[in-house]
């Protein structure tokens, strides 16, 4: 079926069953940010790919909700359908319930598979529609109905994750989600997402569309552990040794049967990380006490063991990227080089670093124009020739046993242009400034943004995505529960928490600027004033030097860029071989 059939299917279903309108959204039952091909529903009902987004079909009209990272993408991959983009997110924005209270009357229902949907957006939703007298019906998944051969959800294996890279055995995790909920004064919590999950019981597995994660929940009281995951995909030593960790291994769909049978009187729960079905049940049959997901908070926070291992693994892919740009300039001129296949190239030179486990989300590597699109993802329609004289974004990052790494270079292929230098130039000073940032314990990511953006907003620029996300340890990529970006998280930046800090430029239909290195937050100096906090920078990889106006640098962001490519230097020499070491001695020479 092509998008016009499927959304003609859809709306019939829908007639039958007397609804005025459904709400997709992009999710699985986890709230996973990258799905796996059974969850990707809008992908089917619309052609969109982005990670972010939701769909509202009514009778008459199909309206696609996404945000800055994808408003070029979402153009492109449905031009020719009926859907309409409203673009999320931005001051002026209608919010999808405004648009739903003007669209439908008094008495219609509308549909939601409240298993893809967060208790809070499933309240938000039946608030603001039941003030206007329309109906929200949270358990219909249509889509499975109409969506013929709809991939398998996938059930590959568990495997234990050992305590020389985690750093805290299981049980030491288990008595710590006990003293938290000792803390909340509630006898039992539910691990719904899959990061959360995976370190909690110190287990991986690769079914999380690149994140080293496996489909499951967990709940933990007072005395009991469950793991709710099925014991076909356990080795029978690894269910041993849950067991002796005091864990019991479940079927994947007994979860609410032996919550039921436990009987908590008290829950905690984290209404951003718990779907809509599941803490119904809890809200109808318990005390619910909500709150940041305590396996969250403890796993944002690294202890030396995954902070050793963070740095390690930082060196190793810097020792890769290095490698990988010193093939790409010594090539390019005599290789047809494009999109893909500079891609797995980066993949090639990442997998002969030791602890390789796969990438840690897909490359986007954009050419020209295509890196203006903030998530590019190059396809063999769209994959564009390398050539000289372009600019060239690269955002990549790669799984090792020991560390996740997320990394962007911006880089010329030729002559750059005095306004691209500048760009460049603006968005690397905002980058030095949040990675010299000092700041009081208790601080917010909103607070630090600006730091990012001042000397862009200065010249009247701008980008539209957020400035910092955690980074997990051999997890996801993208990890709260805090942030950097304009938008207010109130969860501060803590000792211990790795950061991503990319700010950005995009000119739509030329070039996009992005340069990303990932943060440690550590303690500083302690004064009358109370406790202070900086950044420790991971990332280990040279800037393009013919990039920079250094006209625009004061001599405090001069200072950095030559002590940060001597660190590089430094850090990588026992890493590469001979030639690579020359070529990148030149990088990283003084400017």
């Known amino acids: 079926m092509n998008i016009n059939d499927k959304l003609t299917s859809l709306r019939n279903l829908m007639d039958f069953n007397d609804l005025k309108g459904i709400v997709i959204n992009c999710t699985d039952p986890h709230l996973s940010e990258y799905v796996t091909p059974h969850w990707r529903t809008i992908e089917w009902i619309s052609g969109f790919t982005g990670s972010y ?20 993408q979402a153009e492109l991959q449905l031009k020719g359908t009926e859907y309409q983009i409203i673009k ?18 008094p008495g219609d229902k509308l549909a939601i598979d409240g298993k893809t949907f967060t208790a809070t957006e499933s309240n938000v939703l039946k608030q603001k529609l039941g003030a206007n007298g329309i109906s929200l019906i949270e358990n219909q998944d249509l889509l499975s109905i109409i969506w013929e051969n709809r991939p398998r959800q996938l059930s590959t294996p568990v495997v234990d994750y050992p305590v020389r890279f985690a750093g805290q055995t299981r049980v030491e995790k288990l008595s710590a989600i006990r003293t938290k909920l000792r803390d909340f004064s509630v006898n039992s919590t539910l691990i719904c997402q899959l990061d959360d999950l995976a370190w909690c019981f110190n287990l991986r597995g690769n079914e999380g ?33 849950l067991k002796k960790d005091k864990i019991e291994v479940m079927d994947y769909g007994s979860l609410l049967k032996q919550i039921e049978k436990n009987s908590p009187k008290s829950v905690y729960l984290d209404p951003n990380r718990t779907n809509s079905i599941i803490y119904s049940y809890f809200r109808e049959n318990c005390w619910v006490v909500e709150g940041v997901a305590i396996p969250t908070l403890l796993k944002s926070i690294k202890n030396k063991v995954e902070i050793s291992g963070m ?20 090539r390019s001129q005599s290789e047809i080089i494009t999109e893909l296949s500079l891609a797995e190239k980066l993949r090639q030179f990442r997998s002969e670093q030791g602890f390789f486990k796969g990438e840690s989300f897909n490359s986007i590597v954009g050419f020209g124009s295509n890196g203006a699109i903030v998530h590019y993802s190059a396809t063999p329609e769209t994959d564009r020739q390398i050539f000289s004289n372009g600019i060239l974004l690269i955002d990549s990052g790669a799984h090792y046993l020991d560390g996740t790494t997320d990394i962007t270079r911006t880089i010329s292929t030729g002559k750059v242009e005095s306004i691209t230098k500048n760009d460049y130039t603006l968005v690397l000073k905002g980058m030095i400034k ?16 600006i730091l990012a953006r001042n000397d862009l907003w200065n ?15 051999y997890l996801s990529v993208h990890e709260g529960p805090m942030s950097i970006r304009q ?8 000792n211990g928490q790795i950061i991503s800090d990319e700010p950005g430029l995009y000119r739509e239909g030329k070039y996009g600027i992005r340069i990303e290195n990932i943060l440690l937050c550590r303690q500083d100096k302690e004064s009358s004033f109370g406790q202070f906090l900086s950044f420790e920078t991971l990332t280990l990889c040279p800037l393009d030097r013919r990039m920079i106006n250094t006209k625009l640098l004061n001599k405090d962001e001069i200072r950095w860029v030559n002590n940060y490519h001597k660190k590089i230097s430094n850090s990588l020499k026992p890493l590469l071989k001979s030639d690579v070491l ?7 020479a003084p400017i």
């Open 53 to 72: 987004g939701k769909v509202v079909i009514t009778k008459s009209r199909a309206v696609l909700w996404t945000d800055s990272r994808y408003f070029i």
């Open 88 to 105: 999320d997110r931005l001051p002026e924005s209608i919010t999808l319930e405004q648009w739903l209270v003007s669209e439908l009357i």
């Open 209 to 241: 569309s690149l994140n080293p994660v496996f489909t499951g929940f967990g709940y933990i009281d007072e005395e009991n552990a469950y793991l709710f995951v099925g014991k076909e995909r356990l080795s029978p030593t690894l269910i041993g040794n």
């Open 311 to 330: 740095k390690a693994s930082h060196r190793r892919d810097g020792a890769a990227m290095v490698n990988f740009l010193y093939w790409f300039y010594t």
């Open 434 to 449: 949040l990675a010299n940032a000092k700041f009081p314990k208790g601080t917010k990511g909103h607070s630090l943004d």
């Open 459 to 473: 010249n009247y620029l701008n980008y539209g995505h957020g400035t910092g996300h955690g980074v997990g340890h």
């Open 487 to 494: 938008e207010i998280n109130d969860q501060p930046i803590r």
């Open 582 to 588: 020359k070529w990148l001695s030149n990088q990283c």
